[in-house]
Nanobody
């Protein structure tokens, strides 16, 4: 079991930056997979970025080159650095964790990101 708490969302102008945090209730070094997803109004939840315990990372095409996912095992925290934000990035961002391969995902409560001038 793990509880996930996101923070760091807010309102930012196009071209701006935000850093999201996801703090876990346990040591994350052994968690197989952690990631970020987002859901915009009227749309399905979509993949943003993921980071495996063995250091591999991957990104959605829409976020590659602008977003960076980082696992800080010393802080039990997953980060998402978001640069050059666009209005299309507006969504509720959710943190996820899969403790072992094939397990069900755990989810946080989400944090709102709004990109608008």
């Amino acid at each position: 079991q793990v509880q996930l708490v996101e923070s760091g969302g807010g309102l930012v102008q196009p071209g701006g930056s935000l850093r999201l945090s996801c703090t876990a209730s346990r040591d994350i070094s052994s968690i197989f997979l952690m990631g970020w997803y987002r859901q915009a109004p009227g749309k399905q939840r979509e993949f943003v970025a993921r980071a495996y315990s063995f250091a591999n990372k991957s990104y959605a095409d829409s976020t590659k080159g602008r977003f960076t996912i980082t696992r800080d095992n010393s802080e039990n925290t997953l980060y998402l650095q978001m640069n050059n934000l666009e209005p299309e990035d507006t969504a509720v961002y959710y943190c996820s964790a899969q403790l072992k391969f094939g397990d069900a995902y755990f989810w946080g409560q989400g944090t709102q990101v709004t990109v608008s001038s």
